[in-house]
Nanobody, 119 residues
Framework: QVQLVESGGGLVQAGGSLRLSCAAS????????MGWFRQAPGKEREFVAS????????YYADSVKGRFAVTRDNAENTVYLEMNSLKPDDTAVYYC????????????WGQGTQVTVSS
């Protein structure tokens, strides 16, 4: 099992920045990819960004390209989501997730952290 704990959410004005952190513990050697999803009120959960645990290859949703950056610190088993030029539409609960090497599915999820962007 892998445990994920997010931190760093909060309230920020439009145009501002926030950095989310996700600390992984447990069987971290089994992680293939770590990612971030978000869910706004009344909407489905959507993909934001991901990073491969070994190659550091990254992927981004079109809505955040050029504004968000996902990085990792393998020594600390931590993934970060740097969010810049935030917009009110970025308001959501942000979830950290990890996929298992065997399934390549996002099997592990954090509890979520609230990000609110005011206009």
């Amino acid at each position: 099992q892998v445990q994920l704990v997010e931190s760093g959410g909060g309230l920020v004005q439009a145009g501002g920045s926030l950095r989310l952190s996700c600390a992984a513990s447990g069987r971290t050697f089994s992680i293939y990819t770590m990612g971030w999803f978000r869910q706004a009120p009344g909407k489905e959960r959507e993909f934001v960004a991901s990073i491969a645990w070994t190659s550091s290859r990254t992927y981004y949703a079109d809505s955040v390209k050029g504004r968000f950056a996902v990085t990792r610190d393998n020594a600390e088993n931590t993934v970060y989501l740097e969010m810049n030029s935030l917009k009110p539409d970025d308001t959501a609960v942000y979830y950290c997730t990890a996929s298992h090497r065997a399934t390549r599915a996002y099997d592990y999820w954090g509890q979520g952290t609230q990000v609110t962007v005011s206009s």
